[in-house]
């Protein structure tokens, strides 16, 4: 047994490891990043596990759900909103059941550090009827990567590990132990099971409906589902929040205390400890979900249930101790100084030189000839130009999302419609509207920002740049008449501006590559 | 014994390779320890900090409390601001003072550290500079460690070990910038603080300690400026105005 120093990530990493995987499947997003990263580095030396980025979430679980057919285990590793772009292949593998162990690890992200929403995954564990884990700390993560896997293994199905933000970018020691060795090759012979089929999806719905017991079962005997009963105010706790709880608790505190890190919930437990209580505030780094679920539809007779839905803690956000410590009506300590006066924001930008910057400066020059023009655009970087100075985009919604709004926006009759989106995000959601768009011949421009990497989550590996980006265009079947490549770079940009104002005045569907290296990529 | 700790900074300062070296230092020393990290969009020369405890007792919580922050290590004035409410009463701050401006609306200077000098726990020490002198502009982050390993629980030679290990992969030459800058802001500090507890006021200590030869400097010189200044804002002038290099221990020629 050794202790080392990992994030919450990468103790996900080492768990999945140590847990026999033969295979890790991902697309970059914080906070997730570093889960693949971390088995992708420890791989490298044996070389004995696939880790190769996915060009999507889809594609990742797909990819994952194929070698779990083949007898091995796999990790499945995205963002929260990553879920959403998976969640065909992911519900329907509820259905079809697993081979070998197969574990998703999600992180969410309360509080929208890096995100555009805080969707909270758990509903996707209840919507699908699979086991969640919601580990409260490291070593608890590098856990239950193991217990995920045997219990996957088990009960043939896919099982979630939930993280939050907080956990997944915080370090502790953590104490491993040996190494699982990998399955063997055993591909499923069960092919109805993986045939959805109306006449076999009913039969393995039913069959996951069937099993639903025992997974309450076992998250009723849960060891990370612990009730600890003592006075009657309660606390019930979900994930972290427990550890928010006791950082505010005295050791001789008279709180009755619920904690839960294992999914379904265990209904039997839960109403052990509302039984006992008279009050009771839940915390949950998340939606309300727990919180909603013990009061119900028209309350709970008998205990009052405090919570995010009360006004005790704030609807939204991320969870920390000091609004934990407030809901618990506990008084602020003392501090040095106060949260006095207004402090300038440092909010991020883009690296100096970075050629998303001249791309920008280009584009925005190009449509001053238009009044009050607005860009879609996407996720990556480049969405930091929609802050001053360039102000030069105007919608950040999904990966891939540019285009397809630019598009509608043009089928409705708006001019210029103008989508700009990264070279990795183009791979991971703006071919398919691309070719939609091009199709139809949509009065469209869309500007491809190539800067050969993911740049945000700390460039990554791109699927599609350079010339695999080029012959990606043009199997669109666009005119290749309308696709230009430009260098972005302050020497060039009188001419990018005019190769921008002449696309924008063709009617019809045109490409601008604005191609040039990410500087923090070239660093490296 | 518990300690609390927020590292401030803006994306790419190197906030993480100072908590590399504590945490790895409290792992040796067989401590807790809870390091939250902040990665993602902010890393783009964002305000970013790291909040890291370590104990010998248990700890729960990856987030420091309001009210429970012992050390704020910050590698940039402003930053403190952003943080100074979590601070215990009693707790201190070890700061640069070398400005990081990637903003329009960045305070002026002197109101800043003026500001920054109300809190009676407070070391300043121009990270700038003796980077520069370390050799490297870079190593900042390993200045500010220096000047705080005095209020950690480790020796020195507990803290440089990591300093080595962070950077060997870089070769020698960079590990000894890194390790120079560390003594250089371990130094620094003392000094400062030398002064301060001498009595003289923090700006002033901040002015002095800026001036002398980094190289020179060391705490058992400190008493001996406080002595000779004796509180004389003219002989300080005298110092700082003072054409050419001057070492910590020439005090009595401005007595
Ligand atoms: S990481 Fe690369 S793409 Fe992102 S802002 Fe910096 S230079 Fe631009």
């Known amino acids: ?524 | 014994m518990e300690k609390n700790i927020i590292l401030a900074g803006v994306g790419g300062q190197g906030i993480l390779s100072i908590a590399y070296v504590i945490d790895n230092a409290a792992l040796d020393a067989g401590f807790n320890f809870r390091q939250a990290e902040v990665h993602g969009m902010a890393q783009r020369g964002g305000a970013v900090q790291s909040n890291l405890r370590y104990s010998d007792g248990e700890l729960h919580s990856d987030i420091i409390p309001q009210g429970l922050c012992d050390l704020i290590v910050a590698v940039e004035p402003l930053e403190v601001m952003r943080y100074w409410h979590y601070l215990r009463p009693d707790g201190w701050v070890v700061t640069s003072v070398t400005p990081y401006v990637n903003i329009p609306d960045y305070p002026e200077m002197e109101g800043l550290l003026a500001e920054l000098s109300t809190l009676p726990n407070m070391v300043m020490v121009d990270t700038g500079r003796l980077a520069k002198a370390a050799g490297n502009l870079r190593s900042q982050n390993m200045v500010i460690v220096g000047a705080a390993s005095n209020r950690l629980n480790f020796t020195e030679d507990q803290l440089l070990k990591h300093v080595d290990g962070l950077f060997a992969r870089k070769g020698e030459k960079i590990v000894a910038v890194n390790r120079r800058a560390f003594s250089l802001g371990r130094q620094t500090g003392a000094f400062y603080r030398g002064l301060v507890d001498g009595g003289m006021s923090a700006l002033n200590a901040l002015k002095l300690s800026t001036k002398l030869n980094p190289e020179s400097l060391a705490v058992k010189h400190a008493p001996t400026w406080v002595e000779a200044l004796d509180g004389d804002e003219a002989k300080l002038t005298a110092v700082l105005e003072h054409d050419g290099e001057v070492n910590a221990d020439a005090a009595s020629a401005f007595g």
């Open chain 1, 1 to 524: 047994m050794s202790r080392e120093i990992l994030l919450g990530d990468e103790a996900v990493g080492l768990g999945a490891i140590h847990a026999g995987i033969s295979g890790v499947y991902a697309y970059p997003g914080t906070p997730s990043t570093e889960i693949f990263e971390f088995v992708e580095r420890k791989a490298k030396k044996k070389n004995d596990i696939h880790a190769f980025w996915s060009t999507n979430e889809k594609v990742a679980y797909e990819e994952a759900l194929g070698m779990s057919w083949a007898g091995k285990r796999a990790l499945i590793v995205m963002k929260h909103v990553g879920l959403n772009v998976a969640a065909d292949a992911f519900m329907n593998s509820a259905l079809t059941g697993t081979n070998g162990g197969m574990v998703l690890a999600v992180a969410d992200d309360p509080g929208m550090h890096s995100s555009q929403n805080e969707q909270d995954s758990r509903y996707f564990a209840q919507f699908a009827l699979i086991p969640c884990f919601e580990p409260k700390n490291q070593q608890e993560s590098y856990d239950v990567m193991h217990e995920a896997f045997e219990l996957s293994e088990e009960l043939a199905l896919p099982v979630m590990v939930r993280l939050v933000t907080r956990l997944a970018h915080s370090r502790a020691g953590v104490e491993t132990r040996e190494q699982r060795p990998q399955n063997l090759l055993r591909p499923s012979k069960e092919i109805k099971k993986w045939t959805l089929l109306p006449s076999n999806a009913r039969v393995q719905y039913s069959h996951l409906t069937d099993i639903q017991p025992t997974l309450l079962q076992l998250a009723e005997d849960s060891v990370h589902n612990e009730l600890e009963l003592r006075g009657k105010l309660g606390v019930l706790t979900c994930g972290i929040a427990e550890n928010y709880l006791r950082e505010n608790l005295e050791k001789d505190h008279d709180f009755s205390i619920l904690s839960i890190r294992q999914y379904p919930i265990p209904a039997e437990k839960v109403r052990k400890f509302v039984e006992h209580v008279d009050e009771l505030l839940i915390l949950e780094d998340g939606y309300p979900l727990m919180e909603n679920s013990v009061r119900g539809l028209f309350g709970l007779v008998g205990a009052k249930v405090r919570g995010r839905m009360t006004g005790e803690l704030p609807r939204t956000g991320e969870l920390t101790p000091d609004l934990v410590r407030e809901a618990l009506g506990l008084p602020k300590l003392e501090t040095a100084h106060d949260l006095s006066g207004e402090i300038a924001r440092r909010p991020p930008a883009l690296c100096k030189g970075c050629p998303h910057t001249d791309s920008f400066r280009a584009l925005n020059e190009a449509l001053n000839i238009f009044d009050d023009p607005q860009v879609f655009s996407d996720i990556g970087c480049y969405t930091l130009a929609a802050l001053p100075p360039l102000e030069a985009v105007h919608s950040c919604v999904a990966m891939g999302a540019s285009i397809g709004m630019a598009a509608g926006a043009a089928h409705a009759g708006y001019l210029p419609a103008v989508a700009a989106i990264g070279d990795s995000t183009f791979s991971h959601g703006g071919i398919t509207p691309m070719l939609s768009a091009v199709q139809q011949n949509v009065n469209l421009n869309v500007l491809i920002l190539d800067n050969d990497t993911v740049g945000m989550t700390g460039t990554q590996r791109s699927m599609s740049t350079g010339a695999t980006l080029d012959k990606i265009v043009h199997g669109t079947g666009i005119d290749p008449e309308h696709i230009r490549i430009i260098e972005p770079l302050p020497k060039n940009h009188e001419v990018n501006v005019k190769i921008m104002r002449e696309e924008l005045a063709y009617e019809g569907t045109s490409v601008i590559i604005a191609r040039r290296a990410c500087i923090e990529a070239i660093k490296r």
